[in-house]
């Protein structure tokens, strides 16, 4: 049985969860928005073509780390999840994910991929 203060645990649990994903989510948001620009700005025709491309690639380098975090942030909510079944007795605390969210590299997440 949940007993009030472990619903309320939990309930704050959901609430940092989606925070860390909104988060990650503005994270690569804004790597697609500094990206953008600095392509924009590359096209000048005063620019040599070249330029910041180093730069660009550190950026792209970045932009998959945000995605690898983003991909186990949702590892963490799937897990919270299997944790609200065995021991919630509410539905509100529980987050169904579809499998395809927990994919990494195109290999579904298990017991092996942890």
């Known amino acids: 049985m949940m007993t009030p203060a472990m619903y309320s645990d939990a309930l704050q649990i959901k609430k940092l969860v ?14 697609a928005k ?20 180093r730069a ?9 780390q945000a995605m690898t975090m983003s991909t186990s942030l949702l590892r ?3 897990e919270l999840s299997k944790v609200a079944k065995v021991h919630a007795d509410r539905e509100n605390v529980i ?12 290999l579904a997440l298990d017991a092996e991929n942890l």
């Open 76 to 78: 963490v909510h799937s």
């Open 56 to 64: 660009i690639l550190r950026l792209t380098q970045a932009e998959q």
């Open 95 to 106: 987050t169904e994910l579809e499998p395809s969210a927990l994919q990494a590299d195109g």
């Open 18 to 31: 989606r925070e860390a994903e909104a988060l990650s989510d503005e994270a690569m948001l804004a790597c």
């Open 34 to 53: 500094l990206k953008q620009a600095m392509l924009m700005a590359r096209q000048n025709p005063n620019i040599p073509v070249d330029t910041g491309q």
